[in-house]
């Protein structure tokens, strides 16, 4: 029985543990580390090292790992046992400070977009002291950083943790004009909302595309889907709350604090959100959280999917990445407080946002570029290609009113009536939660609701941390020199708000007079991946990076390099597994059923039944069948040529663009062909589970 006192975080080298375990001098270095990031010395660590292996020990844990996230977008680990052999044969346990500092993956395999040679094999790991050690089965992890020989980052994290330092020693400029002590530091911290969906393993294991690709590649649409929108936060069924309540036991026991958990809009769709924590450690757990739900899903009998949009013509899944910055003691630096108009430094702090959405808005679409979000971004259930923040109702207004510099006016506070004598009357949220608003601000934080279900948040983070540090650099170097401070302040808000209100909209992201009305206002509009990449390697984008310290020039083009690659791949592998499915599977299983239906109908002739052979069920059932399979053959031929052709592209956005047209649409006409013959087929002639018995198979 789960004990929320004694068993959540049990199994993580957390404060409490390195508190209780650590020599006072060896914690207050450790601690000294975690929050001022000074290097660790190799004696404080061998300390370290031994209690972390006792505790792990005792737990039951026999290895230990360097934990990292490199650029495949899952984590990876290299077990090693805490043996060493002694002089007379025996075994002991053993762990150093070294070990714990870094380990040495062969890293041959891992992509890198040509960072180095493939024959360079080395990479290191590097502890990361920030982000707590954890036990996973048995086995102790080590969060680390993932870098190549030279020092160039191969992983995540890294920028990641490059991006934390930047938004930090920005920030902390800003906040020494106001009067913060020098010690005060700037944190980013995220709460990222988790959907996924659960589906019977028996339906899953006789769907090849959705082991191979992730997302069903045929499939015509049920009688029944979301239309009625009964699922949305439907009471949950047995066997799911039966995963979720070992998800959240599993979870706690890693101190990852999993609070919400409903069902989403499409059937047998769910999500789960966590507490708010620093931007590092929520992209961490966030990458166990993914992890655990695909392991634990056997445990009862379901498979849990993370693709963006595992079926069409249903609501995808994203990841809302709510995104602040505080400060080291506490305060939220975008909390308007009771008075926003009067609070100087969150005007500040919420125009370097709007500065920074504005001005990088390419970046901000790179970051979310992938193959599987192309088919959310712009449906119904997220939002579109197009970059625009909203802010609500008062926010905008008390802008407006700076720009204009008019003396803004406090509407009273207006209460929500609910109608009911027995409800308490509560005072109304001034800012509406706009769905479809890519980066909304929502009371004290911004959401950003581009992010992929799949994705690791560490991407659209360190974006979102350096091109808000960069803001704040700008917005520093400017009121440094200001003789009058709060006049400066008050010059650099108006003129941000001219500057940049084009990116601010409050109304339907999803209507097609904002597609006009963004263009007008010079806005990009980067519909698909091949779109927005080659962005990335600009040189404007490039000298961001390398002011910040957040990648070098070789990283930039490296990423670049494999998110295309990744795109193409992607789409190359579901293009095979179309024309393996189709060969394989739906082509045999049409031959056979309309052999049935001659059959049929030459039983009739034989029978010298007296009815119009020619307008009888059989005959308008083969004439249809027949028509089908002629269109299904030359959409397959088409496909398989496209295929062909891709191979002959030169240069990665050729590639990734033909990919993108031409195999792509021709997948589209040979999936609408497939899908139409199984609206036909006899169900038990059909070879794959339909998305009715897929989306309703958990009872």
Not at 488 to 502: F, G, M, N, Q, S
Request: glycine letters at 6%; proline letters at 4%.
């Amino acid at each position: 029985m789960f004990n929320m006192n004694t068993d959540f975080g049990s199994m993580v080298f957390n404060d409490a543990v390195m508190r209780d375990r650590l020599p006072k001098e060896i914690y207050e270095s450790l601690n000294k580390t975690m929050l001022t990031r000074v290097p660790l010395d190799i004696n404080v660590a061998n300390v370290v090292a031994n209690a972390m292996k006792n505790w792990a020990v005792e737990k039951g844990v026999t290895h230990f790992t360097h934990w990292f996230q490199p650029m495949t977008g899952v984590t990876a680990e290299k077990h090693e046992a805490f043996i060493s052999i002694e002089p007379n044969g025996g075994v002991i346990m053993e762990f150093s400070g070294k070990e714990l500092f870094r380990g040495e993956p062969d890293a041959s395999s891992f992509p890198t977009g040509g960072i180095r040679a493939t024959f360079e094999a080395r990479g290191y790991t590097a502890w990361d002291p920030t982000s707590y050690a954890f036990i996973k089965g048995n086995v102790l992890c080590i969060p680390t950083a993932f870098c190549s020989y030279s020092g160039e980052a191969l992983d995540k994290k890294t920028p990641l943790l490059r991006s934390m330092q930047a938004i930090s020693r920005e920030g902390r400029r800003l906040l020494k004009l106001f009067g913060e002590a020098d010690d005060v530091d700037v944190l980013a911290n995220v709460g990222a909302e988790q959907e996924y969906f659960l589906i019977d393993q028996s339906m899953y294991d006789k769907r090849p595309d959705l082991i191979y690709c992730g997302r069903t590649l045929f499939g015509a649409r049920p009688p029944k889907g979301q239309d009625l929108e009964d699922h949305y936060f439907g009471a949950i069924k047995p066997r799911v709350a039966a995963y979720m309540s070992e998800l959240d036991e599993t979870l706690w026991t890693l101190g990852i604090a999993s609070k919400t958990k409903h069902n989403e809009v499409a059937p047998a769709q769910h999500e789960l959100a966590p507490i708010y924590e620093s931007v590092n450690i929520a992209t961490d757990h966030n990458q166990l959280t993914m992890e655990l739900m695909k392991i634990i899903a056997p445990n009862h009998g379901l498979t849990c999917l993370l693709h963006e949009k595992p079926f069409a013509g249903v609501n995808g899944s994203g990841k809302h990445n709510n995104w602040s910055i505080a400060t080291s003691t506490g305060e939220n630096l975008l909390d308007p407080g009771s008075t926003p108009y009067e609070n100087a430094r969150f005007l500040l702090f919420l125009c370097a946002v709007i500065k920074a959405v504005d001005e990088h808005q390419d970046l901000l679409r790179i970051s979310v570029a992938t193959a599987a979000n192309d088919h959310r971004l712009g449906a119904n259930e997220a939002p579109p290609a197009i970059i625009s923040v909203f802010l609500g109702e008062e926010l905008t207004d008390i802008l407006e009113t700076i720009k204009r510099g008019a003396e803004y006016e406090q509407k009273e506070e207006t209460q929500m009536e609910i109608g009911v004598d027995v409800l308490p009357v509560f005072p109304k949220d001034t800012t509406d939660r706009n769905r479809t608003s890519p980066f909304a601000f929502t009371g004290n934080k911004f959401e950003f609701r581009m992010v992929g279900s799949s994705l690791s948040i560490a991407g659209p983070n360190f974006i979102l941390n350096t091109i808000v540090a960069d803001a704040l650099s700008q917005f520093a170097d400017e009121l440094e020199k200001a003789d009058d401070f709060l006049a400066a302040v008050d010059a650099l808000v108006k003129r941000t708000i001219v500057e940049h209100e084009r990116i601010i909209f409050n109304g339907n992201n999803y209507s097609e007079e904002w597609v006009a009305e963004a263009e007008k206002r010079g806005l990009l509009n980067l519909a698909a991946v091949a779109d927005a990449l080659p962005l990335f390697t600009m040189d404007k984008n490039i000298k961001l990076f390398e002011k910040h310290g957040v990648l070098m020039r070789s990283e930039v083009v490296s990423r670049a390099e494999l998110l295309m690659e990744n795109y193409v791949k992607t789409i190359h592998i579901e293009a095979l597994t179309m024309i393996d499915l189709v060969h394989r599977m739906i082509i045999p299983a049409v031959v056979d059923y309309t052999g049935k239906v001659l059959d049929s109908l030459h039983k009739k002739k034989n029978m010298n039944i007296s009815l119009s052979l020619d307008t009888s069920l059989e005959a308008k059932l083969a004439e249809r069948l027949s028509g089908l399979s002629g269109t299904l053959q030359r959409d397959l031929d088409r496909l398989e040529e496209a295929v062909m052709q891709a191979a002959r592209c030169s240069g990665a956005t050729e590639s990734a663009r033909y990919y993108g047209t031409e195999v792509f649409y021709s997948m589209q006409s040979l999936r609408g062909s497939v899908d139409e013959l199984e609206t036909i087929v006899g169900g038990n002639d059909w070879p794959l589970p339909t998305y009715g018995e897929i989306l309703y198979s958990v009872k």
